[in-house]
């Protein structure tokens, strides 16, 4: 038989509307009803015009209508709408052959685009094919109290533990490193190795089995407590000092004591001969007492420039030596979240290299000049008591 029309049907009795298995066709405020049987064993189509309804249960709460533009299959009671499938699966297709949503029997739930597999669920979770995208301020919460939030504020990217917790980064071996632009390491963690920091892409610290390792200058500020402790359980060196990996001196420490240690070992010494014209060159240094012009304080000492003429080893620098220094011209310029807008202006300006002194460099001219006035002294003595006696 030929596809009919719902006008074309014959009109079904009261009695017949009694049949448990009716269904009521509606239109425009009309009716006809039909049992399944007439419906759908009669005639081998239906065709129903725009906005005609096939009304399911006896509150007509599972609709399927066509309103002129979109197909509509809709609940409109309390209940849910279940697609159920008998083993076989769902798939729902947004054109010919192209999956949207399939529903797997026993299995996954796979969601495409354009046709390519996006998200399905597993045993264990959901795996994404492609990005994960949220707005500013939308968060990807983990934990059953939300402890864990990703996010971007509109101005920064966040990782935020919100509970009692703790935050671990965390990789299975390879370390972890962080990059406060493309390609230029600030922080990295090796697997069973070294932690590293960096400035401006440069290593500037580094941990190893022994210890720490810096490369650069460490420098400290406090007004009120200790810049630097350094404590060792039993007698030894604590701090040890060396030039192209070779040592050259330490600090050590024993029960009451510090030493303050230079290399002096007679197998790194060779041609040693006597000091000469010692009592001159003592003679030639000048001990002042002089004035500090950073606090007026006043204290015996030296002029280095005076002492190198005598013992160049004790002083460090050349006199009015001066040195080329980087300075802040104009500060950088924050914004409101403390982003920098405006990088600092910076410039160079010359600034006095001052000199420096060991004077346990002294000791050994001192030791000499005071032996050669002590044999000078017990020879007199031997000169006098032979006159005496």
């Given amino acids: 038989m030929a596809n009919q029309k719902i006008s074309e049907l014959p009109t079904v009795t009261g009695s017949q509307m009694a049949d448990s298995d009716k269904f009521v066709l509606v239109h425009a405020g009309s009716s006809v009803a039909a049992t399944r049987s007439q419906l759908f064993r009669s005639i081998p189509d239906i065709t129903l015009d725009d906005s005609y309804k096939i009304l399911l249960g006896d509150s007509s709460d599972l609709q399927i209508f066509h309103d002129g533009t979109h197909s509509i299959i809709s609940e409109v009671g309390v209940g ?17 052959d192209q999956d949207s949503v399939v529903a797997a029997a026993n299995g996954a739930v796979t969601l495409y685009h354009n046709g390519n597999i996006k998200l399905f669920t597993s045993e264990t979770g959901v795996s994404l094919a492609g990005n994960a995208e949220f707005g500013d301020n939308g968060k990807a919460i983990f934990g059953a109290s939300s402890d864990l939030q990703i996010f971007h504020d509109g101005a920064n990217s966040i990782i935020s533990e919100g509970g009692a917790g703790n935050l671990y980064l965390r990789s299975n071996g390879g370390g972890i490193i962080m990059q406060a632009t493309t390609g230029q390491d600030s922080f990295s963690a090796i697997a069973n190795g070294a932690v590293n920091l960096h400035h401006s892409g440069n290593l500037k ?15 400290s500020t406090s007004l009120s407590s200790t810049l630097l402790t350094l404590n060792r359980t039993g007698n030894g060196i604590v701090t040890q000092f060396k030039r192209d990996q070779v040592a050259v001196g330490s600090i050590t420490v024993g029960v009451n004591s510090t030493a303050y240690v230079t290399s002096s070992d007679y197998r790194l010494k060779t041609g040693a ?24 304080s006043r204290v015996d000492g030296f002029i280095a420039h005076e002492v190198q003429e005598v013992v160049p080893e004790a002083i460090i620098g050349e006199r009015d030596a001066m040195r080329d220094e980087e300075y802040e011209v104009t500060p950088a310029v924050l914004d409101d979240d403390g982003n920098v807008t405006t990088e600092a202006v910076m410039g160079t300006r010359s600034v006095n290299d001052y000199q420096g002194i060991d004077q346990s460099k002294l000791v050994p001219l001192l030791t000499a000049a005071l032996q050669e006035a002590l044999a000078e002294i017990s020879s007199l003595k031997s000169r006098v008591e032979a006159l005496e006696g």
């Fill in 80 to 96: 849910n709408l279940f697609l159920r499938s008998n083993g076989g699966g769902i798939i729902m297709q947004a054109t010919t």
């Fill in 273 to 296: 001969q006597p000091m000469t014209d010692v009592v001159e060159r003592v003679q030639a240094l000048n001990p002042v007492n002089f004035e500090w012009i950073s606090d007026g």
């Fill in 205 to 219: 610290l580094a941990t190893s089995a022994t210890g720490i390792s810096v490369a650069g200058v460490v420098s």
